[in-house]
């Protein structure tokens, strides 16, 4: 087409448009440029109606001269893409699953019987099955998100967005997340060979697989690739998450400080490890500095209330800390931090029923983490409800079978029960 290299990235979105509203031909390559130019630029309806007048209606259209049928349905899969984008933003949800093909509440098993070809199939499968995993987390429907995140990163193993939803919002239990990077490293991809290692380091770190790779990743590495992985941020936060694990606190502070020495902005999961440690530590002056600047940096990101509320929590304040904790939760619903520390602070000022319902709303939104069904169980013991909070604690330890805390919390029960 005459504007080479704009269908990639367009960094400035008049200018893109002011060009591809001129198409010189009726391709669907130009159509597909200029729908993107509209979504680029907020204009959701129109990028849609384009789409559907164009290509997903009946109006005539040229194709591609000598075009394959799977080129043809690829380049029709990519306008599926623009359209069910458009309709999200819009929230027209049942036209959306419509688009999505209809069965989007009942997603297959995971994982598929017969994986795409090419490597543009793959990514634009995968496209497609964080869509319909976005639609389902918006109908509260979670397991089926997860299992089409899973057939997303399985289809194309560096669809980041498809791994932060279900690594970082805790979809998965660990087995779970263990068995996906298998079934992702059975495929053979040979063009990226450290990425399955990768994605074991940061699996949860009750997993012996995970931290095995982690060691071998930081502290034998072979190949250029994995001398260059070792010093990535990504395994770092691993790194401290199993020094977390660990109980080593005084190491894993060392750790996040030298990080955050390098990357001062940073507002990812070494911030947010960072301040967890600065309350166990109880740094108050450190977390109060810490907190100070992601409020000033990042003023509307869940993890610079969080900050706030722990600093109160660390000063007992109740009311100040119960706020900032709500308005955690308020700019991101799915921030876990904020609603464990939350609980943790209705718990310590022996508000337990709320405290309860804190952990509760964790459990639903967080299927894949022990710890809420954890803290559950231990504020049942608490109320001296043995047999309910042992049938809790016993549920987290499926999940997380090399906890300690649990095995503490059932010989406590075991205890108090002779």
Not at 48 to 69: D, K, N
Not at 129 to 142: D, S, T
Not at 172 to 193: H, W
Request: a neutral charge; charged letters at 20%.
């Amino acid at each position: 087409w005459w504007l080479p290299g704009a269908s990639d990235e367009v960094c400035r979105c008049t200018t893109c448009l002011h060009v591809t509203d001129k198409p010189r031909t009726e391709k669907e390559e130009d159509i597909e440029l200029l729908a993107r130019s509209y979504c680029f630029d907020g204009q959701w309806r129109r990028a849609l109606a384009l789409v559907e007048q164009r290509v997903l209606g009946t109006a005539t259209r040229t194709p591609r001269p000598q075009s394959t049928a799977a080129e043809t349905k690829e380049l029709r899969n990519e306008f599926l893409v623009i359209a069910a984008e458009c309709l999200m933003k819009l929230q027209d949800w049942d036209r959306c699953i419509e688009v999505l093909g209809g069965n989007v509440l009942s997603p297959p098993p995971f994982p598929p019987q017969h994986p795409p070809s090419t490597a543009r199939s793959d990514r634009l499968a995968g496209s497609l099955c964080v869509l319909r995993g976005k639609v389902c987390e918006a109908m509260e429907n979670r397991a089926a998100a997860a299992t089409w995140y899973q057939h997303a990163l399985f289809n194309d193993p560096v669809c980041i967005e498809a791994k932060t939803r279900l690594f970082g919002t805790h979809m998965l239990a660990p087995a779970q997340e263990v068995e996906l990077v298998r079934c992702i490293e059975k495929r053979g991809l040979s063009t990226l060979p450290w990425l399955t290692k990768l994605y074991m380091c940061q699996t949860k770190k009750c997993n012996v697989e995970a931290t095995r790779q982690l060691e071998e990743s930081t502290l034998r590495p072979q190949t250029e690739s994995e001398r260059r992985l070792a010093g990535s941020s990504a395994v770092r936060v691993a790194q401290v998450e199993q020094l977390w694990h660990n109980r080593d606190f005084t190491k894993a502070y060392a750790l996040t400080c030298k990080v955050l020495e390098q990357d001062t902005y940073d507002c990812g999961l070494i911030s947010e490890l960072h301040i967890a440690l600065l309350v166990e530590l109880k740094l108050k002056t450190e977390l109060h500095y810490r907190a100070q600047k992601l409020v000033e940096y990042y003023p509307n990101a869940a993890l610079s209330w969080y900050a706030v509320g722990c600093y109160y929590y660390l000063l007992g304040k109740v009311d100040q800390a119960r706020r900032y904790f709500t308005k955690s939760t308020s700019l991101d619903l799915l921030y876990a931090p904020a609603w464990l520390a939350f609980g943790h602070l209705l718990a310590l000022h022996g508000d337990h029923d709320q405290a309860l319902a804190a952990y509760r709303t964790v459990t639903r939104l967080f299927n894949g983490n022990h710890l809420p069904l954890l803290c559950v169980g231990m504020q049942l013991t608490f109320m001296n409800n043995f047999e309910l909070a042992q049938s809790y604690i016993t549920d987290a330890q499926r999940i997380s079978p090399s906890d300690p805390l649990a095995f503490n919390e059932l010989g406590v029960i075991a205890f108090k029960n002779q």
